[in-house]
């Protein structure tokens, strides 16, 4: 991730994608009803998606949404 | 910069232009009657009109030529809640500015001017709002 962190929902989207057959963020986008530039805002931090837009990120990435979203909430779990 | 950037970005540039020439109208010709108070307004209003539609039909004839759809998700519309919000404030603020000069005695083409005033503030509140929010994160 780069840049300022907007928020505490962190990811490994761009791992995922990368897992997923190199998959690029227009196709994840597409398939999951979202802009590019949002996946790139979430993969970047600026931006933390609601709770249905992250299953379905998950499940178009082929993998559980704690796979993928992780909350950092400064308890270290 | 995506196409909502840019659609901020040229509606921020209009307004400021908007602004400028409704300033200096304003000066320049100080309106006395209500009616030449009205004429301005209608101008300013009818200018930032053309000029929003002008600049986006300028923007999808761009994106088109570079294939880029302009699409709207979540993300978006949370922006400009939060970005329309913002320019709520300011807004109240102004108009709550404009009753008190009214309270104060202010003439009738003064109080058009401060209500125009506020609302051009609060519509470049709203798409510099939107300009931060797009490149900062929410």
């Known amino acids: ?77 | 910069m995506s196409y909502r950037q840019k659609q901020a970005a040229a509606a921020l540039v209009a307004l400021g232009v908007v602004g400028l020439v409704l300033m200096i109208r304003l000066i320049q010709l100080a309106p006395q009657t209500m009616w030449a108070a009205f004429s301005i307004l209608l101008q300013t209003g009818l200018a930032t009109i053309l000029i929003t539609i002008a600049a986006g039909l300028a923007l999808r004839l761009h994106l088109r030529a570079v294939g880029e759809r302009p699409g709207e998700d979540e993300r978006d519309v949370l922006l400009d809640l939060r970005s329309r919000r913002n320019a709520y404030w300011f807004a109240t603020i102004g108009l709550s500015l404009v009753i008190v000069q009214a309270f104060r005695g202010v003439s009738v083409v003064g109080l058009a001017e401060s209500a125009l005033g506020a609302f051009l503030v609060a519509e470049a509140v709203r798409h510099a709002s939107l300009l931060h929010y797009y490149r900062r994160g929410l």
């Open chain 1, 1 to 77: 991730m780069s840049g300022r962190e907007a928020t505490r929902v962190r990811n490994r989207i761009r791992d995922a994608r990368y897992r997923a057959g190199e998959m690029t963020q227009q196709a994840l986008a597409d398939r999951v009803g979202l802009t590019r530039q949002t996946i790139n805002a979430i993969e970047q931090g600026k931006y933390s998606p609601t709770l249905e837009a992250a299953f379905r990120i998950a499940r178009a990435l082929g993998v559980t949404l704690e796979e993928v979203f992780d909350y950092d909430d400064g308890a270290g779990g």
